[in-house]
């Protein structure tokens, strides 16, 4: 933990800073991606970045891993191919959108994970998430349709959106293990799925002409592969599992809701991007219906997608209590 806040007197304070530093380092991964998908293809930059995740984690989790049975085996991997298939439409629709626009479509996925539930008789939908879908549907037309009509929609937001999908039933899927299997477990199959995956397709689809592989070596391909893999992923779940003990769930939900925020303050600052009043707009509908959905419904629908490094069974004894473990379940289960 950072000295600056480990000498603040307020915890909860502490907490939220903490929450808010990973939120502003999701979302300005967006940007940083985007740049570096001029010098790489989508399959070789997931298994590269998903490769060295998963050798830092099995590290990290070393206990969990080398206590590993066939069930958490089997639900890690579920759990990872829907995060693989989460991560490739995304990157891929990152080339052909911008970021701001690629974080609000995915931070739609908070919104698409009741709907899911509903559609299978698992959960009632409220008033409330009527209401945050109705906002982020709304929202999403704003942002994907433009004015010119649907002819001119981008082939990137469509694919974004086919990458909230899959985050949604990844959180789906991780709610429905996280309590039966070692959430180290979890993190680190979840994680070498994905790389294994992405490597296997790797040379599927150089051979069927769909995406020829290449990487350049590049500073900006280096940096993008060493801040999401460590600094998105090792670095800022931490702070998360670590914050999670302290900060309300009130508090939580919101500031990791503000990653699209982020992701669109980053790429206007980098003058990326001008954001003009229709985006504007459908990106406020969406956070309004991302926060509906996190605030009030009947139970946390888990923001986007998260890897913890500290394994539940290896917190400190304060994260063993109800709060703790509540907050456990909403983890984020890597995400950008």
């Not at 990157?91 to 959108?97: H, I, N, P, Q, V």
């Not at 956070?287 to 490094?309: D, M, N, Q, R, T």
Request: aromatic letters at 12%; one cysteine or more; hydrophobic letters at 55%.
């Amino acid at each position: 933990m950072p000295l600056t806040l480990l000498v603040m007197p307020n915890r909860q304070l502490r907490a939220d800073l903490a929450l808010l530093l990973c939120t502003i380092i999701w979302g300005a991964t967006f940007v940083i991606l985007k740049d570096a998908l001029a010098d790489v293809s989508v399959f070789v930059y997931v298994a590269v970045r998903f490769g060295l995740s998963a050798l830092v984690m099995g590290v990290v989790f070393g206990r969990s891993v080398r206590n590993l049975n066939l069930g958490a085996l089997w639900a890690g991997a579920q759990i990872g191919f829907f995060m693989f298939g989460g991560y490739v439409f995304q990157t891929a629709g990152l080339r052909f959108t911008t970021p701001s626009k690629a974080a609000f479509i995915t931070g739609s996925s908070v919104i698409v994970v009741p709907i899911i539930l509903a559609a299978f008789g698992l959960r009632r939908i409220t008033a409330w998430i009527w209401a945050g879908s109705i906002s982020a549907l709304a929202g999403l037309y704003l942002l994907t349709i433009p004015a010119e009509g649907v002819r001119a929609v981008n082939r990137g937001d469509p694919l974004v959106f086919l990458g909230a999908v899959m985050f949604a039933l990844h959180i789906i899927f991780v709610a429905r293990y996280v309590e039966r299997h070692s959430v180290g477990a979890l993190a680190f199959v979840q994680v070498a799925t994905t790389a294994v995956l992405a490597t296997i397709f790797v040379p599927v689809f150089g051979a069927t002409g769909w995406e020829t592989p290449h990487w350049t070596w590049t500073t900006t391909l280096v940096s993008a592969v060493l801040i999401t893999s460590l600094g998105s992923t090792v670095i800022g779940f931490s702070f998360q599992v670590w914050a999670q003990q302290y900060a309300s769930p009130t508090h939580t939900a919101i500031l990791i809701s503000l990653e699209p925020v982020f992701a669109s303050l980053t790429s206007w600052l980098v003058g990326r991007e001008h954001l003009g009043g229709r985006v504007l707009l459908g990106a406020a509908l969406v956070f309004a219906g991302i926060l509906l959905a996190e605030l009030k419904g009947p139970a946390p629908a888990a923001p986007e997608s998260a890897e913890p490094v500290i394994a539940f069974g290896e917190l400190p004894p304060r994260a063993h209590d109800k709060e703790a473990s509540d907050s456990q379940a909403r983890l984020k289960f890597l995400r950008e």
